[in-house]
């Protein structure tokens, strides 16, 4: 079965450059989360889309952008880089918010190493 | 907001049972869900509860008591693969959306 897919999979950048995550949800799926995870710690959710729209947002820092296409695959944009910014960044997708159940689906993650 | 705890870590061995309890406070609540997370792969989905009850599938169980804000995984038949981190999750209906809020994470050891 088709799984989430990120690209790229490892991204190593300097301090104050900028980074683009890709994300292409399961086909059909209509709803694209984000999620951080830094060493040891749980991921912690960015921003999600539901049908190319914005639909929640969470701790994502004024110095990241996100959009959601329309042919569904998510890109988000990391600017002026942090070390801090070091991390594990999933893209999950869902199917239908609205049902009650619509597990999110994680991608493998994409390793941001800003050195 | 949510609050969401759960032990660090547990140890266990080959062929045991493990319980994993999971506590939260939350401002709203739309279920809650069991991902494993081994070490810097993506989590995958365990299970899910939004009602009161015990859900079963396979070697794994879930619980959920909405008026305890709490909720546990059960590991049973432990086997060395299943060496990795649990993570509890509440979904919440904020916004417009249902992100998922975790808590720490526990990771179970397995040993022989």
């Known amino acids: 079965a088709a799984g989430v897919i990120q690209s790229p999979r490892h991204l190593i950048k300097e301090k104050r450059e900028t980074a683009t995550l890709k994300c292409y949800p399961i086909?059909?799926?209509?709803?694209v989360y984000w999620y951080q995870q830094g060493p040891g710690q749980d991921p912690q959710f960015l921003i999600s889309f539901y049908e190319k729209m914005q639909s929640d947002k969470g701790s994502i820092p004024d110095r990241f952008s996100a959009q959601q296409f329309s042919d569904y695959h998510s890109e988000l944009n990391m600017s002026s880089l942090e070390l801090g910014d070091s991390a594990l960044y999933f893209c999950?997708?869902?199917?239908?918010?609205?049902?009650?159940?619509?597990?999110?689906?994680f991608g493998p993650g994409t390793r941001l190493t800003v050195l | 907001g949510q609050n969401i705890d759960q032990p660090t870590e547990m140890t266990a061995t080959e062929g045991a049972i493990v319980q994993i309890n999971c506590t939260y406070q939350?401002?709203?609540?739309?279920?809650l869900f069991w991902y494993q997370q081994h070490a810097g792969e993506a989590p995958t989905f365990l299970s899910y509860n939004v009602l009161d009850g015990l859900e079963e599938k396979g070697r794994f169980s879930s619980f959920l008591s909405r008026s305890k804000g709490y909720s546990y995984l059960l590991l049973k038949e432990l086997q060395m693969k299943d060496s990795a981190s649990y993570l509890c999750a509440v979904r919440d209906l904020g916004g417009a959306g249902n992100k998922l809020t975790f808590g720490g994470g526990t990771r179970v050891l397995v040993k022989p």
């Open positions: 999950a997708s869902s199917l239908d918010w609205e049902s009650s159940y619509n597990e999110q689906f």
């Open positions: 086909p059909r799926h209509d709803t």
């Open positions: 939350t401002s709203g609540f739309n279920g």
